[in-house]
């Protein structure tokens, strides 16, 4: 009996200590993605797997606890989107989810597993703008190496992105979030498929699915309300929710979404009594979905809720604060208003508040009466209907007792008031619940609401515990906590709601705890600490400890009272002086009362013995130090003891003493001028060399000299080594003789010993070095079906430095090249690596196999036999049945051939998939083996076909009539099959992929543009311009045919535009004149404002007498006259220009006119021009049905008035953008303006004369109204 309870003992003590995990933490280092799995102790059975598309890399570690049942991880960095770890019952599985393909692996390093993922070393730079969908996945895909199918329903639709420096997987996560709104899943090889929702979810029993969500409170919501088998992550950085689920989970996100309102959070001050506000928000939070906080201080409430929401209460602030500020109402008739609500409280407080109208609420009726005044009856009708504060429509139906929690989150969520929801009936497990909302309200969420409580049905349980004595509410809040369950007491009964395997688990873990006594602690601990307090308290006390770092609270059990208390004294202790427990094993053969003598004497800890372990307790410092020692003495084998004399003249050898016992963990008894060392053997020597150290430092001992000859090799550097001494050891001399090939060391003893220790060192290292650096070619014998690959991937693991093995079959012969030092271990691994491979080749096996029925049994046991060597094989013909007996490996590729050829025979008798109607097909294919399909096609067709590349995909299909040609479209568009017509015989091939193919081009036109066209495509371009040569390689001939198309057009010149123009400055009306003329007529003499004329004789010139007398005698007119004349239009400028298409034309004519202004600020003059004159800039672009878009500018100017000496302008511009056709003409008219022009003609001398000059002088003005007029022809010119 006692060894039965010694059993149960130990396996209790062995389930108590084993490992936990701590945590899992992501990491980024240099080109890895790291996922570091921690555990309190180091795992030993461990072992990791990758799904067969190489999407999902699995690690398991056998016998590792954990608390809670599941938990997710998000990365979403390079190829991990997210970890999922969970408690699998006897272990723990951490999967890692890639978003493409990519290799996992793991490394133990102590209490850590590594999980390693490496990312794209390649950096792109990417811009897509308005590109197709499926071409910017396929460009992606190419540069990952991965199989993609776009979805016809997807592939057609555009996007834009623009990424630098990322990695090719960065950026193809990046398109489907931009994107958005699709799903994702792989095929079993790894060919990953793209589309609708339900176009995977018909192909896939879970995949990933891409949410936009932009506020994270809706994505924990969604998280608590959906069951936690789906793995959801959001990134905030990317306002996504990634979601890997059943497509009944997809439908929950996606119905959620549907009907959330986005949440906002918005600060409003008011001015109002704070208690106001909070009557005010008390209510409306009755009637509407948000939350609010209020900051009385600032007089401040912060709101959040969906936008109409936070709208309508801000609204009713302001009402509230401007209602406040009115003056005393007068009376006014009133009349009684009576209607039914859904809160009769709350929409009572609401009208007193915001309308001033005083109401009434009987909430046992749902009534409330007004008193409202007669002229403002609307205004509460109004308010009432806006709010819906009516009881309005009233839905009924049922739930289960313990969905009413669940129920409300669902309603908040959904932006609906609890208030609004009533449960009615309550019978046994059934509540009727009533929901009073608009119509239309509850017609939306409903169908949502229906569907979540039937999945939560499906994934959920409430489990009902009877507790058999009292339970703490922090443990029930520990257990909650722990598991992710809902855990509430009603009596004496728990009831734990929550997910299948939660609920389980919780329930276990509560059972367990009912049969102990169970004590809290409120501390704050350090997780590395925890483990070595549960040993000791188990060791000690014999109780158990958990630790709930949420919480911040230390749970502590046992079956017995008394020690539960003691446990929980002591640990108040050792926590509250931030003392540290350490344990070590104990060993036989070193006395523990002895150890505690040593411990206690060196260090201030307190050493207790538990068991087979020695607990060691103090502060951190001083355990550590401890620890160390204790692991000296305890790795030695047995301990020994040495005197050592000590001196006379050494007065204190007890302080040297302590100091050498304290530095080597020895301990020491000082009788009659001798020392007594004991510890373990190497400790012991080390206390002697030190003790002799510190003698010599105290100057009483002599070392006496010594002499020792080393030999050395010619190879051996021993100038190095004579310098490198000289640098150590100072007092010792070396010296080398080369013809005897010794060196000698003189000095004092120790340190010649010391050297030449060194020396024998230095010397193996360099024959080591030595025999490295030559190699040993091996040839090996080996067996017939030598399995090759497991060898040489044996080998490699095992010795590194192999540098080349070769096999040759027909020989049967290994190569290896090794090092020399290695060779014989070489030898030695291919001998056990024969020997088990003979092993396992003994093993005998034998199996049963059905025999496919299109197959001849004897003709197929011939062929096995001759396939297989050592293979026995009995035939039942009769009942369709053979045994094939032999090596288990050979057995096992001879029955799956057998399987392969009868799966075959299967597939070509089920070939019903294709019908043909009226020249058309209909296909009805799943999982259907590509090959076969097309082949069926065509022989329903009567189409002659030919494989060059026999397909290996396999398809789902589903069509109805659809033509041959189209069918051949389908498949060419997503597996990349060529489908060429030759001779009338289909043939089928694979475009090849020869990538290092060069191509030349001769480019005469439009250079850069068709070189940055083959870069986009992924070549690379190897041009000379002068020649207009270019070079092409890195693309498939696919490529290179889609690029000859478009080169081929871009190559061209472009077209070129001749452009004539005529400006015409018009006038708009006849030049009028005004004009006034004096003139003065007599005999001999005719003078006037337009000229003057005198006759005379030279006898009369000297009588000026008769002169005057003639000019006082002759007669004197006075004319004004107006003119009118017509004028001709003035043609400015005709110029004509020839530009090539997109480059802009610009003529000029007319005057640069130079001023000086100082623009520096520093008072240096600057010359500047003013052109003015005629201006014309045209640029053409020419489109391909050869109409002509034109952006015009003509502008007219003349020098206008000086200002400060800065010419001014007259102008008339004009601007357009338009589109001719070939060879039209533009004209642009309206441009007027008004000139005048004055003139004046005048007598010489007279016409200067002051007062009576103006009778000598005409002038005349000219205004005229001028109108410019541009006439433009544009043709386009082939260059």
Known sequence: MKKVLFGLFLLIVGALFSAELVGVLPRIEEDQVLIEIQISSPVEDISAEMNSSRTVFSVFLKGIQMKISRFMVPVGVGPVEGVRVVNVGNGVMVSASLLVPFPGSYELEGNRVIMKFQRSKERIDVSFENMLFEDMVKYLAERLNLNVIVSESVKNATTSLKLNNVTPEDALRDLLVTFGEVAYAYFPDGTMFIG?????????????????VKDQTVADRIKSLISQEAMIDYLPSKSVLFVYGTSEEHDLVASLLSVSPPLQQKEVSFSVETSKVEELLSALKSVYQFEYHLLKPVSRVILVGDSETIAKVERYLKILETGVEQMEPQTVPTKKFVFYAYDPKAAASL????????????????????????????????????????????????????????????????????????????????????????????????????KLLKFRRKNFTVRALELKQDVQSELLEAISRMYGVLVNKVGNFVFVEGPLSSVDSAVDYLNKIQTRYTQFLRISLKEESLEDLKKFALAKYDVEIDYFPALKMLMISGTDESKVQEAVEELKVIVSEEKTVRFVKKVETVPSDRLKAVLSQLYDVSVEELGNEIAVIGSELEVKSAMDLLQKILSSKEMVQTF?????????????????????????????????????????????????????????????????????DSSFPVNE??????????????????????????????????????????????????????????????????????????????????????????????????????????KKLLDSFLEK???????????????????????????????????????????????????????????????????????????????????????????????????EAAS????????????????????????????????????????????????????????????????????????????????????????NFMVVTGISETIKKELDRIIENLKRPTKQVEISAKIVDKSLIDIVTKERRLELGGTGVNLGSSGASMSFSVTDYLDFEEIFGDLLNSSLSLRFSDQKSDTLDDILASPR???????????????????????????????????TGIELSITPYVRSDDTIELDLFVKASEPGNYINEVPGERTREAQTHLIVKNNSTIVIGGLIREVTNVSESKLPFFGDLPIIGQFFRTKSENKEKRDLMIFVTVRVVEP
């Not at 929702?197 to 936009?212: A, D, L, M, N, T």
């Not at 004399?645 to 302590?658: G, H, M, N, S, Y």
Request: charged share 30%; net charge negative.
């Open 721 to 826: 080594f004579v310098a490198f001494s000289e640098e150590l050891y100072p007092d010792v001399l070396c010296i080398t003789l080369g013809e005897l090939k010794l060196l000698v060391l003189k000095g004092p003893s120790e340190s010649v010993e010391k050297l030449s220790d060194i020396y024998r060192s230095f010397y193996e290292r360099h024959q080591k070095v030595l025999e490295e650096n030559v190699l040993d070619r091996l040839t090996l014998e080996v067996p017939a079906g030598f399995p090759f690959d497991q060898f040489k991937t044996f080998l490699e693991v095992l010795i590194p430095e192999v540098k080349q093995v070769v096999y040759l079959d027909r020989l049967n012969l290994v190569l290896v090249e090794v090092p020399v030092f290695q060779s014989g271990k070489v």
């Open 351 to 450: 009208i007193k508040l915001i309308l001033g109208i005083d109401a009434q609420a009987y909430e046992e009726m749902n009534l409330v009466i007004c008193q409202v005044p007669l002229d403002r009856e609307k205004d509460l009708v109004d308010f009432i209907a806006q709010n819906n504060l009516e009881l309005g429509n009233t839905y009924y139906f049922d739930v289960k007792k313990s969905e009413e929690t669940f129920l409300k989150e669902v309603l908040q969520f959904l932006g609906i008031p609890v208030s609004r929801m009533k449960l009615l009936n309550i019978d046994g497990e059934n509540v009727k619940v009533s929901l009073s909302v608009p119509k239309s309200v509850y017609e939306k969420i409903y169908p949502v609401l229906e």
């Open 196 to 212: 609708k929702y339900e176009e995977v979810s018909g192909r896939f029993q879970r995949f990933w699915g891409i949410y936009k």
């Open 837 to 935: 491979e003979q092993e396992v080749s003994k093993k005998k096996a034998k199996r049963n196999v059905s025999i496919p029925s299109s197959v001849d049994p004897a003709e197929l046991s011939a062929y096995l036999k001759e396939l297989f060597d050592g293979l026995e094989i009995t035939i039942f013909p009769k009942m369709g049945q053979m045994v094939v007996e032999g090596p288990e490996d050979i057995v096992e590729k001879a029955a799956g051939l057998i399987e392969e050829e009868r799966e075959k025979a299967l597939t070509r008798a089920k070939k019903d998939y294709v019908t043909v109607s009226n020249g058309k097909l209909s296909i009805r294919a799943e999982n259907v083996s590509l090959y076969d399909l097309i082949r």
């Open 644 to 712: 050592v004399e000590l001196p006379k003249w050494l007065q204190d050898p007890e302080k040297v003493l302590d100091i050498v016992a304290r530095n080597t963990g020895v301990v020491y008894e000082v009788m009659d001028g001798i020392a007594l060392l004991e510890g373990p053997e190497e400790s012991v020597k080390k206390a002697q060399e030190q003790f002799k150290v510190i003698l010599e430092k105290l100057g009483e001992v002599r070392t006496e000299e010594t002499v020792k000859f080393l030999e050395i």
């Open 940 to 1027: 329903e067709l009567g189409v002659s076909i030919m494989f060059v590349d026999s397909p290996s995909e396999t398809v789902t299909m589903r069509v109805d009539g659809i033509t041959w040609e189209k069918f051949l479209d389908l498949v060419s568009q997503n597996y990349g099959y060529l489908f060429d017509l030759k001779n009338g015989v289909y043939v089928v091939s694979k475009p090849k992929q020869d990538l290092a193919k060069r191509y030349f081009y001769d480019i005469p036109h439009n250079f850069d543009q068709i070189k940055a066209l083959i870069e986009f495509y992924g070549g690379t371009v190897y041009v000379d311009s002068l020649n």
């Open 1137 to 1171: 220009i020839v530009t090539t298409g997109g480059k802009e034309a610009k003529i000029l004519i007319g005057d640069r006119i130079p001023y000086v202004t100082d623009t520096n600020g520093d008072g240096t003059p600057e010359v500047q021009f003013l052109e």
